[in-house]
């Protein structure tokens, strides 16, 4: 039986530069790097930065990382600040910032949950949205 997610694997052209943009504009604590790749994590998350040939999705497919709404603004700051790319603007409920990593990955820092997210559809559901 799956339990849950347990690591995600990125793959990145530039291992200094990824690894730089992951811990210190992301957060993320590194534990330990080699020539080609290295182990981080975000809470219980782990994350594997991979070299290798770097294809990002062009779909709405991306990984949203959950941040507080008392830290939203600081951080979406620092992210303005670095330059970071922005590749799409927030039109749902939640505070949320979509972002590009070094590689064109598409990430969202998001305030919110499923639960908050079931709440909204409430009041104002999708097309064609069915409750199952």
């Known amino acids: 039986m799956l339990r849950g997610l347990n690591h995600i694997t990125i793959a990145v052209s530039d291992l200094e530069q990824s690894l730089d943009f992951y811990t210190r504009l992301l ?5 330990v790097r ?13 994350i594997c930065l991979a070299c290798d040939e770097v294809q990002p999705a062009r779909d709405y497919s991306h990984i949203a990382l959950d941040i507080a709404e008392t830290d939203f603004p600081a951080f ?12 799409k603007q927030n039109s749902s ?3 949320s910032l979509y ?3 070094p590689d064109g990955h598409r990430l969202e820092v ?3 949950d499923l639960q ?5 559809l409430r009041t104002g559901p999708y097309p064609g949205l069915l409750w199952l």
Do not use: I, N, P
């Open 116 to 120: 908050s997210r079931l709440k909204t």
């Open 27 to 31: 957060g993320m604590q590194a534990h």
């Open 34 to 46: 080699w020539d080609r790749g290295a182990y981080l994590s975000l809470g219980d998350l782990w």
């Open 76 to 87: 979406a700051a620092g992210l303005r600040a670095a330059r970071v790319s922005e590749w």
């Open 110 to 112: 998001h305030c919110g």
């Open 99 to 101: 972002f590009l990593d």
């Open 93 to 95: 409920e939640g505070l």
